[in-house]
């Protein structure tokens, strides 16, 4: 059982940066992989970056590599996504996800695999 919670998002103009967190209740958190994912208006949910249980490992989407950040502090339960260089086409609502297997989280068609969800946080990015 877990429930996440995101939180983060707003208005931010073009190149500018913005750090997503989301927080997870339940005593197993450091037992589950995590993904962030996002879903523009009119499009599919796609996946976007992943980190293993321990954190020592990190997957990206090729749109979002080497601008984005994940990382997890799993002492607070919580995952954050740092977003840097952001561009109109990053506007999206951004999901936190959870799941027991890392493959899955980027295994296509998204999001066949994550176990839980959040509601997510809306990021919108400016021209």
């Known amino acids: 059982q877990m429930q996440l919670v995101e939180s983060g998002g707003g208005l931010v103009q073009a190149g500018g940066s913005l750090r997503l967190s989301c927080v997870a209740s339940?005593?197993?958190?450091?037992?589950?992989?995590m993904g962030w994912f996002r879903q523009a208006p009119g499009k599919q949910r796609e996946f976007v970056a992943a980190?293993?249980?321990?954190?020592?490992?990190?997957y990206y989407a090729a749109s979002v590599k080497d601008r984005f950040t994940i990382s997890r502090d799993n002492t607070k339960n919580t995952v954050y996504l740092q977003m840097n260089s952001l561009k109109p086409e990053d506007t999206a609502v951004y999901y936190c996800?959870?799941?027991?297997?890392?493959?899955?989280?980027?295994?296509?068609?998204?999001?066949?695999?994550?176990?839980?969800w959040g509601k997510g946080t809306l990021v919108t990015v400016s021209s």
């Open positions: 996800g959870a799941d027991k297997s890392y493959n899955d989280l980027w295994r296509e068609p998204c999001c066949y695999g994550v176990d839980y």
């Open positions: 339940g005593r197993t958190f450091s037992s589950y992989h």
């Open positions: 980190i293993n249980w321990s954190g020592d490992s990190t």
